[in-house]
C-alpha cells in the first residue's frame, strides 16, 4: 500500500514539476497533455510532499559538498526523493550512490560539471534534474537508468548526447533546451517512448529522416535554433500535438503539413514566412496559431475550416486585409493583429461571440467598427497607435470589458461609450488630443489604471477625484498648473506623474495623499518644496530633476520612507551644494543627483547603507568623501564628468560594485587608462600599490625633514603638527629624537592616507617658511607620481 502511494506521489510530483519546465504561451496544451497521463494529487500526497519539501530544507543550509548525516536517513527513509538543488554542488556527492530505492533527484543550478560513472547504480530513478550546470557530457553509464521517464538537462554546454541514451526504453520527457547541440542526437531516433522533447536554443539546422519512428512524440519544441528549411519529417509524426519552431529562418510550410491531424498547437514566430499553404488550414484540430513576426501578407480564405481554433496571433506582418472568413472561427478568443497594415477590420465580426481579446494595435484603422460592440464576452481592447477619431458609444454593451488601449490615436474628445464599462480596471489614452475630462468618467467606478499623458488638458480635472479606487494615474505632458483640494479623496493611488506640465510651485494638495509611492514632478518650473511634503509616509519614488530650485530642498529628508530620488538638473537650475541631512534617507537605495554644479558630497552619504545606485555624472566635484566606501550594497557608480584627481584607497570595500565609470576626471590616482576599462579590480589593485608606494615616500620625507629642519623654525613647525611643549623641548637639537616623534605623529594619524599625510607636511613647510624644504618635499612627491607602475 505504502509503495503504490509512493509511486502515485512521485507522479504527482513530476507532474508539477514538468508544469513548470513547460511555462510557454501554450502551457495550457502542455499541462492538459500532462494531466492525461497523470492523476490529479489526492490532498494526503500533497501533504506528503509538503513534509518531504520540509524535511529537505532542514539540514544544513550551507552544504557544498556533501549531504547532513542526520538527514540522509530521514530522506532514505523516505525511499525516493532527494532534493539538492541549487547548494554549489561541484559533483554528486558519493552517499547519493548508495540510495537504492531513489526514484527522484533534483541536482538543478549547481556547478556539476560532470557525472560520475556511479550514476548507473541508481537503476529505480525515475525523474532526474540537473538543469543550469556546466556538463559538457553525460556519461555512457546513464544507459543503466532503465527507469527513468523524466531527463531535465537544460541550460548546459552540452554539444551532443551519447548514443547509450537510446536505451532508456522507459523516457517519456527530455528537455535539452539551452545547450550547444548542432546535429538532432541520433539516439533519440529510437527512443519510441517519448511523448515531449524540449530542444530549443541549441544550433541544430536540420533534423533526421529517422525521426519518423518517434511514433509517440507528441509535444516538440525546436525553437531559437538555425533551421532553414521546416523539415518535413515533422509532419509524419502521427500523433504531435503541440509543435513550437519560433526563432528560426524558415520561409515555408510544406504541403505534407496537412498530414499532423492531431496538431492542437503550431508556433512559428520570428521566422521568414511569406505565404502559407491551404493545407495548413486542414488541420481542424488546431486550436492555437501563433505567426507573429514574419512576412505574411494573405490570410486564405480557408481559416474557416479551423472551427476549433481559439487563439489566432499575426502580430508584426504586412497585412492589410483579414479575410472576412475568419469570422467563421466562432470559437475564437484570442485575435492579435499588432504591427500590421490593416485599416478595418472584416465584416461580421459580431460571429466571434467567444472573443475574449482583440489587438489591433499599430495599425492603420481610423474607426472601430460597432460590429465588435455586439461581442459580449470582450474582455480586453487593443487599439493603440492607430488613427482613430472616435470611439462608438455602443462600446458601452461590452459590459465584461476591463482593459482598453486606446493611446496615440486621433481622439479629441473623452469616449463617453467607455464611462458605462463598470468592470473597466486599466485604461490608457495617452498620445491623443483630449482636452476636457467629462462628469461621466465617475462611472467608471471601479478603474485602478489610467494613462492620459500627452493630451491637451489644461487642468488637473475634479472629476477625475472622484474615481476613488484609482491607484495609477499619468497626466505627465499636458498643460496642468493646479490640482485640485478634492484630490484627497482618491484615497488608493499610489503613483502620479506629472512631470512636463506647467507648474510653478509643488502642489501642497498632493501632500494629503496618504497611500502615495511614487511621485513625477520632473520638468515643471517648481521654485520650492513645502514642508508639509513631510506627510508623503510613505512614498517611495521621488523624481524632482530639471525644476527650477535655487538650493537642495532639505523638506525632503524627512521622508524616511524614501528609496528612489531623483535631481537631474539637465534642463533646471544647477544645484551647488547638498545638504547634510541627506544622511537621514536612511532607506534610500538609488540616488540621481546627476547635471548639477556639485563641488562635493557630503560626508554623510556614508549612512545610507542600502544605496544601490549612485549618479553623480556632469558636476564639479572634487574629492569624495572617505565614507563613501562603507556604502556596502553600492551596485551602480557613475561619477563620469567631474573634476576627481584621486580616487579614495578603501574603494576594496565596495564588494558589491558591478557598473563604474570615472570617464572624463583628470584623475591622477589612479590614471584615467587604468580607470577606462571600468573594472572594479584593476583600480582596488592600482590603488594598494600607490598606498604601499606613498608609503615609502612619506617614511622618506619624515627622513628628510628630520634631517634638514632649521633651529629656527622648529619650534613653529612642532606646533603646527600638535606637539606639546614639553616634547618640543626634549626634541630640540635631537634629530634622531625628531624622527621618532614624527614617526609617532604618523601612527596617531591612522585615519589620514600616505598622500593626505604629505600634503599636510608641505602646508606645515609652507607655513614655517622652510621653502628649501617644501620645495624639496614637493619635488620628490611630483617625481614619484610621475613613475608609471
Known amino acids: 500500500m505504502s509503495e503504490n502511494l509512493s509511486t502515485k506521489n512521485l507522479e504527482a510530483s513530476q507532474k508539477l514539476s514538468t508544469s513548470v519546465l513547460l511555462e510557454t504561451k501554450d502551457d495550457e496544451i502542455t499541462t492538459d497533455l500532462i494531466a492525461e497521463e497523470l492523476n490529479q494529487i489526492p490532498q494526503e500526497l500533497a501533504e506528503g510532499d509538503a513534509k518531504r519539501d520540509q524535511l529537505q530544507s532542514a539540514g544544513n543550509p550551507e552544504i557544498a559538498e556533501k549531504i547532513s548525516t542526520h538527514t540522509l536517513p530521514q530522506v532514505k527513509h523516505e525511499e525516493f526523493m532527494v532534493k539538492l538543488n541549487a547548494k554549489g554542488l561541484r559533483e554528486i556527492p558519493q552517499v547519493v550512490f548508495e540510495i537504492q530505492t531513489l526514484k527522484y533527484l533534483d541536482l538543478n543550478n549547481n556547478e556539476i560539471k560532470t557525472l560520475h560513472k556511479d550514476l548507473g547504480n541508481l537503476t529505480n530513478l525515475e525523474t532526474l534534474f540537473i538543469e543550469g550546470n556546466g556538463l559538457i557530457a553525460l556519461p555512457s553509464e546513464i544507459s543503466l537508468l532503465h527507469n527513468l521517464r523524466v531527463l531535465s538537462i537544460s541550460h548546459n554546454h552540452l554539444s551532443c548526447l551519447p548514443k547509450e541514451l537510446s536505451k532508456l526504453v522507459s523516457i517519456k520527457q527530455l528537455f535539452a533546451s539551452h545547450n550547444n547541440i548542432e546535429e538532432f542526437p541520433a539516439a533519440l531516433e529510437g527512443l519510441e517512448t517519448l511523448e515531449i ?14 525521426m519518423i519512428s518517434m511514433t509517440n512524440l507528441r509535444v516538440l519544441n525546436l525553437d531559437s535554433n538555425q533551421i532553414l528549411i521546416f523539415p518535413k519529417v515533422l509532419c509524419y509524426l502521427p500523433n504531435l500535438i503541440k509543435l513550437s519552431i519560433s526563432g528560426n529562418l524558415i520561409q515555408s510550410i510544406p504541403k505534407d503539413v496537412k498530414e499532423l491531424r492531431r496538431l492542437r498547437a503550431l508556433s512559428m514566430n520570428h521566422n521568414k514566412l511569406i505565404f502559407l499553404p491551404v493545407q495548413l488550414f486542414q488541420l481542424t484540430k488546431l486550436q492555437k496559431l501563433r505567426l507573429d513576426d514574419n512576412k505574411l501578407e494573405v490570410l486564405s480564405d480557408e481559416i474557416e475550416n479551423l472551427q476549433e481554433l481559439r487563439v489566432l496571433s499575426l502580430a508584426n506582418n504586412s497585412f492589410k486585409i483579414i479575410t472576412k472568413n475568419l469570422c467563421n472561427c466562432t470559437m475564437l478568443e484570442c485575435l492579435i493583429l499588432r504591427g500590421n497594415q490593416v485599416m478595418q477590420l472584416p465584416n461580421r465580426m ?3 461571440k467567444h472573443l475574449r481579446e482583440l489587438c489591433v494595435s499599430s495599425n492603420q484603422m481610423d474607426k472601430l467598427d460597432e460590429q465588435i460592440t455586439h461581442i ?6 487593443e487599439a493603440s497607435g492607430n488613427a482613430l477619431t472616435c470611439i462608438p458609444v455602443e462600446i458601452k454593451n461590452c459590459i465584461q470589458i476591463t482593459k482598453v488601449d486606446l493611446s496615440y490615436n486621433k481622439l479629441s474628445q473623452f469616449p463617453v461609450g467607455l464611462c458605462a464599462l463598470i468592470a473597466l480596471k486599466i485604461l490608457n489614452l495617452s498620445g491623443n488630443y483630449i482636452s476636457e475630462i467629462i462628469t461621466e468618467i465617475s462611472f467608471i467606478e471601479n478603474l485602478e489604471h489610467l494613462e492620459l499623458s500627452r493630451n491637451k488638458l ?7 477625484c472622484r474615481l476613488t479606487k484609482l491607484m495609477y494615474l499619468d497626466l505627465s505632458e499636458n498643460e496642468i498648473n493646479n490640482i485640485p483640494k478634492t484630490v484627497s479623496n482618491m484615497k488608493y493611488l499610489q503613483v502620479l506623474l506629472l512631470y512636463r506640465n506647467k507648474f510653478v510651485s509643488f502642489p501642497t494638495e498632493l501632500c494629503d495623499l496618504k497611500t502615495l509611492q511614487t511621485l513625477d514632478l520632473s520638468e515643471n518650473q517648481i521654485h520650492y518644496i513645502p514642508s508639509d511634503i513631510c506627510n508623503l509616509q510613505v512614498i517611495k519614488d521621488l523624481n524632482l530633476s530639471s525644476i527650477q530650485l535655487v538650493s537642495f530642498p532639505s523638506e525632503i529628508c524627512h521622508l524616511s520612507s524614501l528609496e528612489k530620488l531623483k535631481m537631474c538638473q539637465i534642463n533646471g537650475l544647477k544645484l ?10 536612511t532607506c ?12 562635493e558630497i557630503p560626508e554623510g552619504i556614508g549612512e545610507l547603507k542600502h544605496l544601490v ?7 564639479y566635484i572634487s574629492q569624495l568623501p572617505k565614507s563613501i566606501t562603507s556604502l ?5 557608480l557613475n561619477l563620469s564628468g567631474n573634476q576627481l584627481i584621486c580616487l579614495p584607497s578603501g574603494l576594496h570595500h565596495l564588494q558589491s560594485l558591478k557598473d563604474i565609470n570615472f570617464d572624463g576626471n583628470p584623475l591622477i590616482r589612479p590614471p584615467q587608462e587604468v580607470c577606462k576599462g571600468k573594472q572594479l579590480y584593476t583600480i582596488v589593485r592600482y590603488l594598494k600599490t600607490a598606498d604601499e608606494r606613498d608609503g615609502k615616500i612619506l617614511q622618506k620625507i619624515l627622513k628628510i625633514i628630520a634631517g634638514n629642519v632649521s633651529f629656527e623654525n622648529f619650534e613653529f613647525f612642532c606646533q603646527k603638527l600638535q606637539f606639546n611643549n614639553a616634547e618640543i623641548k626634549s626634541l630640540e637639537n635631537n634629530r634622531l629624537k625628531i624622527l621618532q616623534a614624527l614617526n609617532s605623529w604618523k601612527s596617531e594619524n591612522q585615519a589620514l592616507t600616505p598622500a593626505e599625510m604629505i600634503d599636510q607636511l608641505i602646508r606645515v613647510l609652507t607655513m614655517t617658511g622652510m621653502h628649501y624644504l617644501t620645495n624639496k618635499v614637493k619635488a620628490l612627491k611630483l617625481y614619484t607620481q610621475s613613475v608609471k607602475f
Open 350 to 352: 459580431h460571429r466571434l
Open 197 to 210: 522533447l524540449d530542444l530549443a536554443v541549441n544550433n541544430l539546422k536540420t533534423l533526421s529522416e529517422n
Open 632 to 636: 556596502s550594497d553600492l551596485q551602480q
Open 588 to 599: 534610500l537605495k538609488e540616488l540621481d543627483i546627476s547635471h548639477n554644479a556639485l563641488k
Open 376 to 381: 459580449k464576452d470582450l474582455s480586453i481592447i
Open 613 to 619: 545606485s549612485l549618479t553623480a555624472n556632469n558636476n
Open 458 to 464: 489644461s487642468s488637473f480635472s475634479a472629476h477625475l
Open 576 to 585: 551647488t551644494e547638498l545638504s547634510e541631512e541627506l544622511s537621514k534617507l
